[in-house]
């Protein structure tokens, strides 16, 4: 699945699931290239179903937290990454990055950012990864757009992402390795990418990333023709069952893993839908979360240390 294709498919997404109004999904569909009649033609093959009939009243819910307290599956204490700058092949980027308070990291992780860019939820997620041990960067790849804060239109973000050649993409994304290995000097590397950033996962291996030791891509596209043999990672793949889409791609990323003799997992989380493990979204699944990023976290401690 070519990555502008992929883009198109989550507005549509979107829209079938109430999160966008048709108005907005045809101007965002617009924006992607498409033309009147040919976003009209796919809003129309997906329109969101008739909402079910009210149910029961339910028990009252439990109290809220207090606005203090984590993100359910985040440990308390989490803090948030900083951002960073440092030269990149064509300007310079942005990043947000953090590293465990005490000790030396125990690898680095480079992380890759949905198609909304370098959100919070991006900035909080480096934070929980060096709770965790590692040292985190997640790359911006809007620098170039004076990044993700710098826009004003949520629609600009997948527009910009969808417009950059993904030679482009990649190159920033080495990048960051780049840094990561200054950084954490001698650590070994990992990826962990969302959505989009899963796409570009399965891109880093594509294009023969050795670097990477091991790679975890959430719910990603792989690519038309997958080839993965010039890659050295081990591979955790997750997706989301109700996730049809994107899990169209899953058996040509499996055959191309077996293809190329890599140490792979496939994981698929029945029950859980597209984005399930963004905290701030409206298909996050709490369980489906603190599962997967519990086996993030074992798939590291066994191919990053």
Known sequence: MALREYLVGEVAEDFSDGLLTRREALRRLGLLGLGAGAASALLAACAP??????????????????????????APGTRRGEEVRFAGPAGELIAAWAAPTSGAPKAAVLVLHENRGLTDHFFDLVGRLANSGYGALCVDLLSAKGGTAALTDPAQAPTA?????????????????????????GGKVG?????????????????????????????????????????????????AGLDARVNATRDRAESALKAAGLTYRVRTFDGADHAFFNDTGARYNAGAAQRAYAELLDWYRRYLG
């Not at 482009?168 to 954490?184: K, Q, S, T, W, Y």
């Not at 959505?195 to 990603?220: D, K, M």
């Open 49 to 74: 179903t008739a909402p079910s009939p009210p149910a029961a009243p339910a028990a009252p819910a439990p109290p809220e937290p207090p606005s203090s307290a984590a993100p359910p599956g985040v």
């Open 161 to 185: 992402l969808a417009d950059a050649p993904v030679d482009a993409l990649v190159a920033n994304l080495r990048a960051g390795i780049d840094e990561l290995g200054r950084r954490v000097p």
């Open 191 to 239: 990826a962990v990418g969302f959505c989009f950033g899963g796409g570009l996962t399965w891109q880093l291996l594509q294009a023969g990333e050795a670097r990477l030791a091991a790679a975890v891509p959430f719910y990603g596209p792989a690519p038309e023709r997958p080839d993965f043999h010039r890659a050295k990672a081990a591979v955790l793949a997750v997706y």
